[in-house]
């Protein structure tokens, strides 16, 4: 089965700065997706970000990217020049590409960021 | 506007009573799915659709039963409501194929006296 793993349970940022979150993965597959969901307080849960496990190039949404290492399967959000609405729970997701498991995610456990004025 | 839908929002409840939490999508997305998030927590699935009339239990087992008799609906029931059942409960949907994201509720916070 599938872990991620968040070992940041929380992390703080000023305003403006760089921050990166952490995020580990086990598999044995080779084929894959990785996502970054943010749930903002109180809000819904939307997408971050995506990243597929065959493309080398790793993805970027604006001011979010990723550094995706398929070998040593690692998967951290890199969030530049913070804002205060970035300030929310960051989860890590997995999914296969396995029909078997469907579109099941596989979640961390979060990571609160906390975005300082 | 396309989108997913949970109510209520907020549901406070005595021991033993029967609950039904609602969920709707306008998305037009076959797969769709239940998570159950303790405050600060991860995720856990517990129900998933691949279509109507096909459910599934998820990874954490829960005491919660589900139905899908129209693509765009659902909901998820709670026969005898316990203290152990407080939790937010987030509804999400998909489309079938290809590495889509899940779109996701805005959850319902369910608190058992």
């Known amino acids: 089965a599938q872990t991620v793993t968040q070992s940041q349970p929380e992390m703080s940022v000023q305003e403006a700065e760089t921050v990166t979150l952490s995020c580990t993965y086990d598999?044995?597959?080779?084929?894959?997706?990785l996502f970054w969901y943010k749930q903002p307080p109180s809000r819904q849960m939307i997408l971050v970000i995506r990243?597929?496990?065959?493309?080398?190039q790793n993805a970027t949404e604006n001011r979010f990217s990723v550094n995706f290492q398929k070998a040593a399967k690692s998967f951290s959000l890199k969030i530049s020049d913070s804002q205060l609405g970035d300030a929310a729970m960051y989860f890590c997701?997995?999914?296969?590409?396995?029909?078997?498991?469907?579109?099941?995610?596989?979640f961390g456990a979060g990571t609160i960021l906390r975005v300082k004025s | 506007e396309a989108d997913i839908y949970q109510t209520p929002r907020y549901l406070v409840i005595g021991t033993g009573k029967k609950i039904t939490l609602e969920c709707s999508q306008t998305?037009?997305?076959?797969?769709m799915y239940w998570y159950q998030q303790d405050p600060g927590m991860e995720l856990h699935l517990i129900h998933y659709?691949?279509?109507?009339?096909?459910?599934e239990k998820g990874d954490l087992s829960s005491e919660s039963t589900v139905s899908r008799i129209r693509t765009e609906h659902f909901p998820l029931t709670l026969e005898s409501a316990r203290p152990s059942h407080t939790s937010q409960y987030l509804c999400?949907?998909?489309?079938?194929?290809?590495?889509?994201?899940?779109?996701f509720g805005p959850g319902t916070r369910l608190t058992v006296l």
């Open positions: 598999t044995s597959e080779s084929d894959y997706y």
């Open positions: 997701a997995y999914r296969s590409v396995d029909r078997e498991y469907g579109n099941k995610l596989v």
């Open positions: 999400a949907s998909s489309e079938f194929y290809g590495g889509n994201e899940q779109f």
């Open positions: 990243q597929e496990a065959y493309k080398q």
């Open positions: 998305m037009g997305h076959d797969k």
């Open positions: 659709s691949y279509g109507v009339n096909s459910t």
